[in-house]
């Protein structure tokens, strides 16, 4: 049938063959280990939870579905963003500079690819400019932000292309767009963005007519040209394998002529959290990004997590329900405000989470970490809400709704002012997503019981992505703009309450989702765009504590969402069994990222094989 | 001409109803995943749309719209939009003869979710493992399961009052239960054997001694999960069968005679077989299917896992690729119990002959 199927078939039966042999015995724990061709386990570290299946590309520009291929052990980005502290670390650039109308960087003169040459400004430009070329590139909306990319020479000229005579250039300049002046996704994207080598990746473009789609079927898996410390050693269904690169230039430049201490990095590829889980307890895995619920039960078996002690993570996204404001009668204030009021948010932090989050406080700027400096008890206090079951019924009241209860107990139905009855709100999220089905669960108990006719409705996961997007919904579950990075909380309330690209039900928003302050409404509230736009060209911290705290204000009055708990979006377990010295509350020497996200890489060269 | 050959006529009869089914099979799992309104693309547009702005976002689901042959292009290449701007999508019925063309071509198209790998591909590195997996419980689990069940049926007494409520119990318990438990109370308490996996993670796979030993010891856990549960119900299916043909005059009337008992065993054993014969032709045939329970507990990348995560994501071509396979494999495995039987059967055979 399929000519492919016969090789396989053959292949499959020297494996069936292999398998037949039932041999009960327990292999040498040793004899894996001084094989030449395994990981040797003390140069080996193994993380998981990254990657689900088997990547499908390594192309840098390919889907990037596969976050492996984009992980900085291979490429590499400008900077690093720290969250613990909000400084942007050195990587390929040495130094950045933020001016009025302009963002510079200066690469590292050591900086250079695999094959030698060296990471040149030209790199930069290209790799930004085939985003202004190809808009389905993640690179892409930047462009909305910027006006153009340049390259100079040491002299202090504009070196627009390679050629004779022109030493590698390692000045960049962004020039900003004077229309949307936005100094902070430029940073957001100096720390995220992996740069290509131009002289390898053009070529391939121009060879195939400037087709994107062509070049991304080229699955870059051998030989290819990256700058980071690891090349690609092996890939299958079962596992990830990276390979350390000993003349990385950023040893010199940046580790005092160290190598990264593990010789080998595996993913395995497990099917399912609790896989990981057990692997991580049996000591196979050394440090995984999932979900382990009851971590403190796993302490004996060496497994730790960033604290030691509740909420064990640290929080850095707020999951929460968006309201669609184009349907009835969720465009009322009170309504919205009664049920921020009605949910029992300690109930979704014990029950639904393990206690993984810092209790709830109003408004949706996280109340510690680098944010807290913007955050005000005083402005919650007075215009916030919080679990308050009368308060919720006395907003129900106050706008005129009254609730029928049976003799059990059981909300029968709500009824608004003119005495019609509400149509019962649903509640959306994907359907087999345990933790935000049991937070759901809770929210719409809670708000049952103040009187807020409202249900919960799990639905495929595919379909709820449309109905998300489309503004398909009454009630929906989402986590708005969840990795750290220099723009927040900027970008959360971006995320939340911009409107930019308005679109009504139907078709896609990606931004403001629920479709909050139409500008073309009555009610228009102009303030809140003003001070989206205004924030990130702030300098001083006082100006920018004052932004804040208004638009914070606003959210807590106007409540347009109802933000339900705090998660940790980059988080790990670790495991002390074979590596020592990985980044804790104790000893936080780097933020809590996996090796391979961002500056997460940097614990390589500091964590010690554990000796037995 | 063919009636001088019953034999022949038979199997081309059959051949032909099984090409019928076959086409129906196809156009159901063409249509059947096809026809609820979620769309692969939205998958993937969630997966990576965070932080685009609505143009980027717009150029990339046409981008992917396109590439995965989802929507109407216009001649200069831009995708066809309604009124209401939405993407015009291409008619279920062009797409079902796009795809008939390609399955006549050996074709099995690219994987929307891991574009941008081929369909073939992803079952070549799926299947090994699904059959790794399963046919040696199938087979093992067959042979065991007949040998203790007509052993039961023919020496009752002791064994048989042992081995049939073990054997019901067996054949009881969920597959994906005794597997947990196996995991739960071998792997994680006791620590005898690896939880999850198919070999040490620090190897790779080769044809080595290392390996072989590595690898059979990760095959415990989920060969025991699946095997004890065939051997039970096999060993069920023929005690009955036995016992009724005990029962049987040409039993009794072979005993009257006096032939040996191991030769009345014989005997017995091949008249109750055939119905356990198709059985095993049956397990054989949809084991393509994967264990899919299995495979998730024991994180094994077969094929079970690669039809749920197609399913999961609407990854439209992986679904019928894999769904192709199974109905092939399902059908040569019946047509091929269809044929045998009309050669082992001597009721079968005989018939045939009388009708003659």
């Not at chain 1, 936080?588 to 094989?609: H, K, Q, S």
């Not at chain 2, 087979?139 to 007494?157: H, S």
């Not at chain 2, 055939?274 to 899919?292: D, E, F, I, N, R």
Request: glycine share 8%.
């Amino acid at each position: 049938m399929v000519p492919g199927l016969w090789i396989m078939t053959a292949r499959t039966f020297a494996l069936n063959l292999l398998l037949l042999g039932l041999a009960t015995c327990r292999p040498h724990r040793s004899l894996a280990d001084d094989k030449n061709s395994g990981f040797p386990r003390a140069e080996t570290f193994y993380l998981g939870g990254r990657q689900w299946g088997e990547p499908s590309t390594f192309n840098p520009l390919g889907t990037p579905g596969w976050p492996i291929s984009t992980m900085n052990l291979l490429y590499e980005t400008l900077l690093m963003y720290n969250s613990l502290t909000g400084q942007m670390q050195p990587l390929l650039a040495e130094s950045y500079a933020v001016h009025d109308d302009s963002v510079e960087v200066t690469l590292n003169p050591a900086a250079r690819w695999n094959d030698g040459k060296p990471v040149s400004a030209w790199d930069v430009t290209f790799t930004f400019e085939l985003g202004k070329k190809h808009k389905s590139l993640n690179i892409a909306p930047i462009w909305q932000y910027l006006v153009a990319v340049r390259a100079y020479g040491e002299d202090g000229r504009e070196a627009a292309q390679p050629g004779l005579g022109i030493q590698y250039p390692r000045r960049v300049v962004f020039q900003l767009n004077p229309e949307k002046r936005n100094p902070l996704v430029v940073l957001d994207a100096l720390q995220a963005q992996i740069i290509v080598p131009r002289h390898v990746i053009e070529p391939l473009l121009v060879e195939r007519g400037n087709d994107l789609d062509e070049f991304k079927k080229l699955k870059f898996e051998q030989g290819a040209v990256s700058s980071g410390p690891y090349r690609l050693f092996s890939s299958s269904s079962e596992k990830i394998a990276v390979v350390r690169d000993d003349g990385y230039w950023g040893n010199q430049a940046y580790h005092g002529g160290k190598r990264p201490a593990a010789r080998y990095i595996v993913h395995p590829l497990y099917k399912s959290n609790d896989a990981f889980s057990v692997a991580l307890r049996q000591g196979r895995l050394d440090i995984s990004t999932t979900f382990v619920p009851r971590i403190w039960l796993k302490a004996k078996k060496g497994v730790r997590s960033w604290l030691d002690q509740e909420p064990y993570f640290l929080s850095s996204s707020i999951p929460m329900l968006l309201v669609n404001h184009k349907r009835a009668p969720l465009m009322d204030v009170h309504l919205r405000r009664a049920m921020a009021f009605a949910i029992n948010y300690k109930d979704i932090r014990e029950l639904a989470v393990s206690g993984y989050s810092e209790p709830l406080r109003p408004g949706i700027i996280l109340p510690f970490g680098l944010e807290r400096s913007f955050y005000s008890e005083e402005d919650a206090h007075k215009y916030g809400t919080w679990f308050d079951p009368e308060r919720a019924k006395a907003e129900l009241r106050a706008a005129g709704y009254s609730s029928l209860f049976g003799p059990d107990g059981e909300l029968l139905e709500t009824r608004a002012r003119d005495g019609k009855r509400l149509p019962t709100l649903y509640v959306k999220s994907p359907t087999g997503w345990t933790d935000w089905e049991s937070i759901v669960r809770i929210a719409v108990k809670s708000m049952r019981a103040v009187g807020i006719d409202a249900r919960e409705r799990f639905v495929d996961t595919s379909s709820f992505w449309n109905a998300l997007y489309e503004g398909d919904f009454d009630l929906i579950m989402h986590t708005p703009s969840t990795q750290p990075s220099p723009s927040k909380p900027w970008s959360r309330f971006e995320a939340l309450l911009t409107t930019r690209d308005f679109a009504p039900l139907g078709q896609r928003m990606y931004k403001n989702i629920g479709r909050f302050n139409d500008p073309h409404a009555p009610g228009y509230l102009p303030r809140i765009d003003e001070l989206l736009s205004q924030i990130p060209t702030l300098t001083d911290d006082a100006g920018r504590l004052a932004a804040y705290r208004e638009l914070n204000v606003l959210f807590m009055q106007q409540q347009p969402d109802l933000p339900l708990v705090y998660r940790p979006d980059t988080f790990y377990e670790f495991s002390v069994k074979h590596w020592s010295n990985l980044p804790s509350a104790a000893n936080p020497y780097l933020p809590p990222l996996i090796p391979g996200d961002r500056l997460g890489t940097n614990m390589l060269w500091a964590i010690e094989p554990v000796t037995h | 001409m063919l009636e001088n050959h019953p034999t022949i006529s038979h199997v081309v009869g059959r051949a032909g109803w099984y090409l019928l089914t076959f086409l129906v099979a196809i156009t159901i799992n063409f249509f059947l995943p096809r026809l609820g309104d979620a769309n692969p693309v939205d998958t993937i547009m969630a997966k990576v749309s965070e932080g685009l702005d609505a143009t980027s976002a717009r150029a990339k689901e046409e981008a992917y719209l396109k590439e995965f042959d989802l929507v109407q292009v216009d001649a200069s290449g831009k995708v066809k939009r309604d009124a209401q701007g939405k993407p015009v999508r291409t008619s279920l019925g062009s797409q079902f003869i796009n795809y008939l063309g390609m399955c006549v071509r050996g074709d099995l198209g690219g994987s929307i979710l891991q574009h941008p790998k081929r369909v073939s591909e992803i079952i070549k590195t799926a299947l090994p493992w699904t059959l790794a997996l399963q046919l040696p419980t199938i087979v093992f689990g067959w042979l065991l399961g007949n040998l203790l069940g007509a052993l039961a049926a023919y020496k009752r007494g002791v064994f048989d009052t042992l081995m049939y409520p073990l054997a019901l119990l067996a054949s009881a318990i969920p597959a994906f239960c005794f597997g947990m438990l196996l995991v739960y109370v071998l792997g994680i308490r006791l620590e005898w054997f690896p939880a999850v996996g198919g070999y040490d993670d620090g190897l790779t796979p080769e044809v080595s001694w290392a390996f072989f030993q590595s690898a059979s010891y990760y095959y415990v856990l989920p060969f025991l999960s699946v095997f004890l549960i065939v051997v039970g119900g096999q060993a069920i299916g023929m005690r009955s069968m036995c016992i009724y043909e005990l029962g049987t005059d040409y039993v009794k009337y072979a005993k009257l005679l006096g032939i040996k008992e191991h030769k009345i065993l014989f005997y017995m054993f091949r008249n109750a077989m055939l119905p356990q014969l198709t059985g095993l032709a049956l397990a054989l045939g949809t084991m393509v299917g994967g264990a899919l329970i299995t495979e998730m507990i024991f994180s094994y990348p077969g094929l079970g896992m690669a039809v749920l995560t197609a399913i999961q994501g609407n990854d439209y071509p992986l679904i019928s690729g894999c769904t192709l396979l199974i109905t092939v494999c399902v059908l040569l495995a019946n047509f091929s119990v269809d044929v045998l039987v009309g050669f082992l059967d001597p009721r079968v055979r005989a018939a045939r002959q009388a009708g003659k």
